[in-house]
């Protein structure tokens, strides 16, 4: 992996250096392809894909500190950590964990129940019914008049911006209402849910 160029600490003298949002995320498919279409020069984005033995919450923001470690991060510099993940088969032991490891360290949550398409099915259509699993979300995907060839690998960014805004929309209800509930959307039970709009926002606003 490419280092980011760091402040010359010898002479005191400052290297042109934007902040870096490092994405730290459990897939190496989905995620990363979706998130690389945000890079401009002025959004400098590290997409940091976790292999499986990684794949249960905390273990994930854990791992994230420890690789974080390995690269230049600067958070008094703007530097900022997104840890992206799904349901899965996390307890809500794992995913409350999860979450006080994020605080702790400042990291952000960009969590998805029961996975990552939800967050893709919302450009299409404000669903709030419980979804099975992933399948039954990418069944719901892959619909005529949605994307009916869809596949994990798939570049989604430029075809999904014309219902972005609608997304962000539909997200953040979803997230009103799950809240009404829960004291937090890191629930199993908060199904269907996902917080992507916030890291989607936060990124847009790099962009600019």
């Not at 419980?130 to 005529?144: F, G, P, S, T, W």
């Not at 949605?146 to 997230?175: E, F, W």
Request: with cysteine; hydrophobic share 30%; glycine share 4%.
């Amino acid at each position: 992996m490419a280092r980011i160029k760091e402040y010359d600490r010898k002479s005191g003298k400052k290297r042109k250096r934007n902040p870096v949002v490092y994405i730290i995320c459990e897939g190496t498919e989905t995620e990363p392809r979706y998130f690389r279409a945000f890079r401009t020069r002025y959004c400098n984005i590290d997409i940091i894909p976790l292999p499986s033995p990684y794949k249960s919450a905390d273990s994930l923001v854990r791992k994230a500190k420890n690789t974080l470690g390995e690269n230049p991060y600067y958070p008094d510099e703007g530097d900022s950590v997104w840890c992206v993940f799904d349901c899965d088969e996390n307890t809500n032991a794992m995913l409350r964990s999860a979450g006080e490891l994020a605080d702790k360290e400042g990291y952000r949550i960009a969590y998805s129940n029961p996975c990552f398409e939800y967050w893709y099915l919302l450009h299409y259509t404000d669903h709030s019914g419980y979804l099975e699993n992933c399948d039954a979300v990418i069944r719901k995907l892959q619909k005529k008049e949605r994307l009916p060839g869809y596949t994990k690998s798939d570049d989604l960014y430029s075809v999904l911006l014309p219902m972005q805004a609608d997304a962000i929309n539909r997200a953040q209800k979803r997230v009103g209402a799950v809240l009404e509930e829960y004291e937090t959307i890191l629930r199993r039970e908060s199904n269907p849910v996902t917080n992507v709009h916030e890291l989607v926002q936060f990124l847009n606003e790099k962009r600019r």
